[in-house]
């Protein structure tokens, strides 16, 4: 039976959480004070991705972060964060208006968040403190005052009045000191990363976060008082045992650094992101003056080289007072390594300029199950050993060690380590994975798709780069190209495009269809259309498209048109419109061009090979909001999949002209059929649209699995240099130099798409970063997107007899395990 004098001991020893809590409140919108008198502010860090960095990019930014707290004195406490957790929320919004994307975008979030314990966010913080405190001041300093100023001095002393405005002035003072320096130092630090210094309120949620990890407790109570910030910040409730905490429901370990790494490199720390849990890593930094330093150096220098020689070698026995000869004593080597250890410690200071400071590295790992932050420290004692540096999990001091991650909370941290400044510019956290953007700011509206990164954490794909979304996709045969635009088409429906697809495969009938679109098969000898280029109004764009698209026909047989050519053909071209419209057709501008135009025109027109095309008296070519157009065995005749290909973008080019549709979004696919456009008018075409069309909205994506084409084709260095994002897939066997050569990539890009998963995995790059990205997809999912022709003819029938939805579902449930490209 457990007495009543037992359970008010536990009450009378318990206390306050936020009594440990040096926190006080906030003195501007983004300065908070603490307890004791110490200013600081918080800055949020997006770090670099260093995944497609090569060594010496990262080891650069490291060398330029060295220089950056030198801003700092030895009243500056800068402390940095990485704070990792599970669940990370995936934004999203409904589209009840569009049931297939409803559909799609439901079972993606779905999909996600049934894996969210396996998904992680990671967050990066820095936290510069300004010790300002005035009972730090020296007697001397106080006597000094009390000298040159008795009056002041003692009513400042003892008046509460004026003692309450002079503390006031030395906190403005303080504030402006931290202002000035926190500008200074966030002027360097941007030349790396992007960072921005955090209003209260967002200071405040970083705080609860320190103190509290259950999501909802940490995000979602908002500041309401700019004062007692350490009694808002705790709402759990913390347990002390042996060799761990209990913080409301979850497991806290702690562990501490104790000896740091034999050497350093940039970005030692990169493993511990990897490991499979939720943590905080904290590191503390006090820069050490270099007097005061210089000084403990001497003195450890003086005491290691007395202690050289034992003292025994100094005692003279009574049979020889002669004293022994320095090579005849016993030398302790360990004593001399270190005085030159130390005398290499004064050679970077006077002669490298770098200075020394205390640095100390607590881990904290937090998990509802006991096992899994088990599992996360013996990971972390791993990556700490593979740098030959130790950890210590903490025990005794374990709810100081814990403490002391709290900004202000110095007087708890015990375990402390000298660095010069270039081990700390090492071990900072300058790098992290990059998630994409969750808003597109152009078209105002969320990303186009969530995918996941090597890391676990999502990442938020949009093809845009700042106004311009075109895109370049590669990869090799069966790497999974047509999965991946299928996923990218049904996610970009998002924002209500204009959808337009030239494909040679057939990948994207089905997705057409689903989408209330208009999918139209052409071929050499039929099609569901006929076209009359000559029904185009006689605007001055279209004559000048006329003119160029005739010149192909006429050059398609390896013809080159003279200027007389040229001169002739446009001027009966605009005669041609003096006719009545039933004969403005192809067969009349052949009957009044010149003779060796008129040769040149025979197989187009009445009579010719290829007649049916382009010499029709009607022109009923329309088009949906999405259509498709198949040339599929069109390769094998260029010289007819050329100017087809021509005349339909024109067509469907008007359509971004169109006032109208000034403000809509408008997407133009081509898988593969542009590797055919190499007449110069047509390829002069493709490039201007590649530059002028961003000013109409408008996103052009060109896809191909041809190395020989990349290899051989101008065009493809037009399209490289006017698509700021590239999408490669899995390609094992492609040539490095040219790769590099013509796509910019560094060595270590190169080596990740040699490396990728086929039909898993794909490596974004944009001008700001590159990123692999793994798209993992649901059953159900997967039967939306694939493109294989036996799982096209069982989804075909699935949907004819169940409909949409269900029939998904049945195929998903007979093939569950189907979830890749």
């Given amino acids: 039976m457990t007495k009543l004098s037992r359970i008010r001991a536990d009450h009378r020893d318990a206390g306050a959480l936020h009594q440990l809590v040096n926190l006080f409140g906030f003195v501007d919108k983004q300065t908070f004070l603490t307890k004791t008198g110490d200013l600081g502010v918080v800055i949020r860090v997006q770090g670099v991705d260093d995944e497609c960095l090569d060594p010496d990019q990262i080891d650069r930014i490291a060398r330029r972060f060295e220089a950056t707290p030198k801003v700092f004195d030895e009243r500056f406490r800068v402390y940095q964060y990485l704070l990792k957790r599970d669940d990370p929320e995936i934004p999203h919004r409904d589209y009840p208006d569009n049931a297939v994307l409803q559909q799609a975008v439901a079972a993606r979030i779905a999909h996600l968040q049934g894996k969210a314990r396996r998904l992680y966010s990671l967050d990066t913080y820095f936290v510069i403190l300004y010790q300002s405190s005035p009972d730090e001041r020296g007697l001397g300093e106080t006597l000094a005052k009390l000298v040159q100023n008795p009056v002041t001095s003692f009513r400042q002393a003892f008046g509460s009045g004026r003692r309450v405005a002079a503390i006031e002035a030395e906190i403005e003072e303080a504030r402006e000191t931290l202002s000035n320096r926190v500008a200074s130092f966030l002027i360097q630090l941007r030349d790396l990363v992007e960072a921005r210094l955090l209003d209260k309120r967002e200071a405040f949620r970083f705080f609860r976060r320190l103190l509290n990890y259950t999501p909802h407790k940490a995000d979602g109570v908002a500041l309401k008082y700019d004062v007692f910030l350490d009694y808002f910040a705790c709402d759990e409730t913390l347990e002390c045992h042996r060799d761990h905490l209990r913080l409301d429901d979850w497991y806290v370990k702690v562990l501490t650094l104790k000896e740091p790494p034999a050497q350093t490199f940039a970005n030692l720390l990169n493993g511990l992101q990897d490991i499979p849990g939720n943590f905080i890593l904290a590191t503390e930094w006090v820069r050490e003056d270099n007097h005061a ?3 403990a150096i001497q003195s450890a220098r003086r005491h290691h080289h007395n202690s050289k020689y034992s003292l025994l070698n100094y005692v003279l026995s009574p049979s020889d007072r002669t004293p022994p000869h320095p090579s005849q004593m016993l030398l302790d080597d360990s004593a001399e390594a270190l005085v030159s250890d130390l005398g290499s410690g004064l050679k970077e200071m006077e002669i490298e300029g770098r200075h020394f400071g205390r640095f100390s590295l607590t881990v904290v790992l937090y998990d509802r199950e006991r096992a899994a932050i088990e599992a ?38 015990l375990r402390q380590l000298y660095l010069t400044n270039t081990n700390y510019a090492d071990l900072a956290f300058l790098f992290a994975p990059h998630t994409g953007e969750a808003r597109n700011e152009h078209l105002g509206a969320e990303y186009l798709a969530a995918l996941e990164t090597e890391r676990r954490t999502p990442y938020f794909l949009n093809l845009h780069r700042r106004d311009i979304a075109h895109t370049l996709i590669l990869g090799a045969t069966g790497s999974g190209k047509s999965f991946l635009l299928n996923f990218l088409l049904t996610n970009a ?11 040679l495969g057939g990948s994207y009938e089905h997705v057409a269809r689903l989408f209330g679109g208009s999918y139209l098969p052409i071929g050499v000898e039929r099609q569901a ?23 192909v026909l006429i050059q398609a047989g390896g013809y080159r048109m003279t200027y007389a050519d040229e001169k002739d053909l446009f001027q009966q071209i605009e005669s041609l419109y003096e006719v009545a419209p039933e004969q403005r057709r192809l067969f009349t501008l052949a009957n009044i061009v010149n003779r060796n135009l008129r040769e040149r025109l025979q197989r187009w027109v ?12 009607e022109d009923n070519l329309t088009l949906s909001s999405f259509q498709a157009f198949e ?18 973008l024109h067509r469907a080019g008007a ?72 999408v490669f897939l899995s390609n094992p066997g492609l040539d490095r130099e040219l790769y590099r050569e013509l796509f910019h990539l560094n060595e270590t890009e190169a080596r990740l798409i040699e490396a990728l998963t086929p039909k898993r995995q794909i490596l974004v790059k944009r001008p700001d970063a590159a990123k692999v990205l793994n798209l993992d997809v649901d059953p159900v999912s997967y039967w939306l997107y694939t493109n294989d022709p036996f799982d096209n003819q069982r989804r075909r029938e699935a949907l004819q007899q169940f409909g949409f939805e269900e029939g998904l579902r049945r195929l998903a449930q007979q093939q569950p395990s189907r979830s890749t490209l």
């Fill in 376 to 413: 996360a420290a013996a990971e972390c004692f791993k990556v700490f050993s593979t740098h030959d540096a130790t950890l210590i999990e903490e025990r005794y001091n374990l709810i100081n060690a814990w403490i002391a991650i709290i900004p202000g909370n110095y007087v708890h941290n």
């Fill in 631 to 648: 040339f599929e065995g069109l390769d094998q005749y260029p010289q007819v999949l050329e100017p087809l290909l021509f005349y339909i």
């Fill in 293 to 295: 330093t210089r000084r």
């Fill in 493 to 503: 429906q998002k924002y209500d495009p204009l959808t337009f697809i030239f494909d």
């Fill in 655 to 726: 359509a971004i002209h169109d006032p109208e549709h000034s403000t809509r979004f408008k997407l133009f696919v081509m898988d593969e059929a542009w590797r055919f456009l190499r007449d110069p008018a047509i390829k002069l075409y493709i490039t201007e649209a590649l530059k002028t069309w961003r000013k109409r909205n408008a996103a052009m994506v060109l896809a191909t699995q041809s190395s020989d084409d990349i290899a051989r084709g101008d065009m493809m260095h037009v399209v490289a240099e006017s698509c700021p994002t590239k």
């Fill in 606 to 617: 009445q009579g010719g090979q290829y007649a049916a095309l382009f010499d029709n008296v």
């Fill in 529 to 551: 259309f006929t076209i009359n280029p000559f029904c185009l109004p006689p605007t001055p764009d279209n004559l000048q498209f006329l003119f160029s698209f005739v010149s």
